[in-house]
């Protein structure tokens, strides 16, 4: 079965950094595309960014794009998200996921998901 | 970027069929995704591909899309089924993920 375990959310002053980590297993990673995907505080679901599986192809949501980072190490299963000039509206529990059945999705939806990992941004 | 947009909420009694809406320009040529999410988990995906069902998930749950308007389906409703579902959307890249707002089902 396909695992994905979040760590590394926490509180956070405006402005400050912070680097998210998803440790993956059940699947051969490095087939896959990943996802982070992020849920602020009584809203609803955003995707943030998705990096294929040899990292050739990085994508980001405009409104993150040009503060995190995402990266893959595959020797290790495990996904990164590194988050620089962290705002207010950057709080949210972060999520990975994955598409890891073609027969439900094209990497155009998520079947997998992680318990998730929560951000706090404030001063 | 588009959008996708779903009514706040939605109530039904138990026993009865709750139809959530899911309105989007794209719909007519992306799939759409539905995930239930209950209150501190993480989503679920309860629909695929517009109308498929994922392995475990019961088989009250349907869906259907035509046009520009999707529709989940939850028949004989049971308390276990109030959470909170969004449905997803893709470009025709399949790189913008879009989710709709969510839509809140009360299970009287």
């Known amino acids: 079965d396909v695992q994905l375990v979040e760590s590394g959310g926490g509180l956070v002053k405006p402005g400050g950094s912070l680097t998210l980590s998803c440790v993956a297993s059940?699947?051969?990673?490095?087939?896959?595309?990943m996802n982070w995907v992020r849920q602020a505080p009584g809203k609803g679901l955003e995707w943030v960014s998705s990096?294929?599986?040899?990292?050739?192809?990085?994508y980001y949501a405009d409104s993150v794009r040009g503060r995190f980072t995402i990266s893959r190490d595959n020797a290790k299963t495990s996904l990164y998200l590194q988050m620089n000039s962290l705002r207010a509206e950057d709080t949210a529990v972060y999520y990975c996921a994955l598409c890891s059945s073609s027969s439900v999705c094209n990497d155009d939806a998520f079947d997998s998901w992680g318990q998730g990992t929560m951000v706090t941004i404030s001063s | 970027s588009y959008e996708l947009t779903q009514p706040p909420s939605v109530s039904v009694s138990p026993g009865q069929t709750a139809r959530i809406t899911c309105s989007g320009d794209?719909?007519?040529?992306?799939?759409v995704y539905w995930y239930q999410q209950r209150p501190g988990q993480a989503p679920v995906l309860v629909i695929y591909?517009?109308?498929e069902r994922p392995s475990g998930i019961p088989e009250r749950f349907s869906g259907s899309s035509s046009g520009t308007t999707a529709t989940l389906t939850i028949s004989g409703v049971q308390p276990e089924d109030e959470a909170d579902y969004y449905c997803?959307?893709?470009?025709?890249?399949?790189?913008?993920?879009?989710f709709g707002g969510g839509t809140k089902l009360t299970v009287l």
């Open positions: 059940g699947f051969i990673f490095d087939h896959y595309n």
């Open positions: 997803q959307s893709a470009d025709s890249s399949g790189r913008n993920v879009v």
């Open positions: 794209v719909l007519p040529k992306q799939y």
């Open positions: 990096i294929s599986g040899r990292s050739s192809y990085k």
């Open positions: 591909k517009d109308s």
